[in-house]
């Protein structure tokens, strides 16, 4: 499934992206799950009266981006829930992904508790997340642990809605960059996130992650990486 030269791409770059890791039927059941998660915030947010229709005639694609233009800030409340439901648990932990990640942290793995379903809605500021290493988020000495990141789309991903970035070789030196806080930056209110500052990312090194649907990009925890803004119609 991971080619020797993929492998290599990791160790040199900080990442990799592996094609048709999953099929669509592997993938299916957890955007079921996450339709049961819509749906039920659907039906909550009726009652309070934030919104004036469920939009249930809508697919996983679409209904959550019509809930949010009624409204704003959907996709945030259900991104903060964090609501690992049995089929995403699954895949969290498939064979698959494990036998990939051993080729460079070994048999002895352990799952990060870290994880997230990103439910990207259509120019949705603060689901975009600006350039950052994922070890700046962990305390101090944990960029010394291996721990690669799987990142799996639900559907094709491209510039236009919101695919990732990545700047090959940032990982070295190994070490976690100068990163600032948006909600003290000012630049997006009530953000969560950290950030590298755009001067100190290298334009002509930047790549974007176009990968289809079962595809997975494994991210190095060192490597500088984002996602770009949503301008589809769709969730991404």
Known sequence: MITEEQIEQYHL????????VFADNELDPVLSEFEEIVNEFAERAFINKKIKNKYENENVFKRLAKIESEFQGSSVLIHHKG???????????????L???EKWVGPDISGHPVWNIRSKTPNTVR??????????????GAEKTIQP???????????NNGCMQVVPGGHRPERVLNHKLEKK????KDSWYLFIEEKDIPDEKVVTCEMK????????????????????????
């Open 127 to 140: 689901m975009t997340v600006p350039w950052h290493q994922d070890s700046a988020y962990l305390v101090e």
């Open 13 to 20: 770059e900080g990442y990799t992206i592996v094609e048709n």
């Open 149 to 159: 990141a799987a990142w799996i789309p639900f559907l094709d991903v491209n510039k």
């Open 185 to 188: 930056d000012g630049s997006v």
């Open 213 to 236: 649907v079962g595809s997975v990009l494994f991210l190095h925890q060192l490597v500088p990486h984002r996602s770009l803004e949503n301008l589809s119609d769709d969730v991404r």
């Open 83 to 97: 609501e690992l439901k049995p089929n995403l648990a699954k895949l969290w932990g498939s064979k698959k992904i």
């Open 99 to 101: 036998d990939i990640v």
